[in-house]
């Protein structure tokens, strides 16, 4: 379902940008959203040291979660602003893959300053750029800019009816994952880290707000840049910590990442993210 | 029939490090492997389960190879190099073939 969900979502986006055309605000967006990925986690791991007693090592392994993102909170996002008529920019599933990576390397970077971590390799370096979300979103988004709407029209019966109810199903998966992450390492969630959880998201989509505005976007990409900004990944980086940082304890970053902060962007961030949105673009 | 000893090799690893320990394999000399799913068990950490995993990060694999039994310092030797920070298990037992000149 997963791979359904990105192809749709990228293919989309790619549509629409050959509809309207990439503009100016393209590139500036792209920017601003690896700056961010590189920047959220020196703030959370500042957070957690000030926060948790979390060793550096910890800290860092869960900072980079912070700074990467959660397509699915994404995805999410896109479906709410869908239900209430506001528009977005298609390109920013673009800036929502080129966000997945820089955290990591900001994370490592936190790592090497303590002096420990290992060297990133060949194999590394192509696990953080070309890990299969990355790939997959940014290939649908390609093909869609390429065929454009007689390729969505083709594909449409596919990915457009039966989207809402397949992101359904796999929220509820999700949800099932989730809870059952909680049960068996819940025992870790210290109320330092339990407050982590649910600060570092409103920090993140504070500087998503803030970029959206300096950006001049609309209410509907603000708020995505807001949910890009919230999010936390919990796919693609567990999986290069996994390799870069073995010591660091995966229970916490994925408690925290799909345990904490999913749900709680998916139940009262979303509409926050909205509401504030369209406070500051006046939507 | 006839049969000839070997070692099997089997080692339980996370599966982000799959490809990097099935590359060691193959430099080490190994003429062949096979991975198979771990569905969960119990170890240091406590229980674990696929089930509850998102991604490859929570996932583990087996990997399981045959040699001879002088190539098995090597093996061991390359194998552990990948698999001494990672969680898993390395285990090696006798075995019996019946095409020797395959390993």
Redesign the interface.
Known sequence: MSIYLLFAIGFKGGVAVDAAGPGGTLALALLAGVVLSFALPVVAFALLRAMTRLSPLDAAAVAAHYGSISIVTFVAGTSVLDAAGIAFDGWMVAVAAAMEAPAILSALWLVARSGTGRPIDGELWRDILLNGSIVLLVGSFAIGWITGQPGLDRIASFIVAPFQGVLCLFLLDMGLVAGRGLRTAGGILRPGLLAFGILMPLVGAAAGAATGALLGLGTGSGMLFMVLGASASYIAVPAAMRVALPDANPSIYLTLSLGVTFPFNLTLGLPLYLAVSRMIAGG | MQTHPAKRVEIVI?E??Q??LTDTLLKAGVTGFTVLPVRGGSGR???WSR????????GMVAVMCIVRADRLDALLEAAFAVVE???GLVSVTDCDVVRADRF
């Open positions: 996370e982000v490090m490809r990097r950490s406590g229980l089930a509850g995993q998102v991604g490859r990060a929570g920070t990672h969680i």
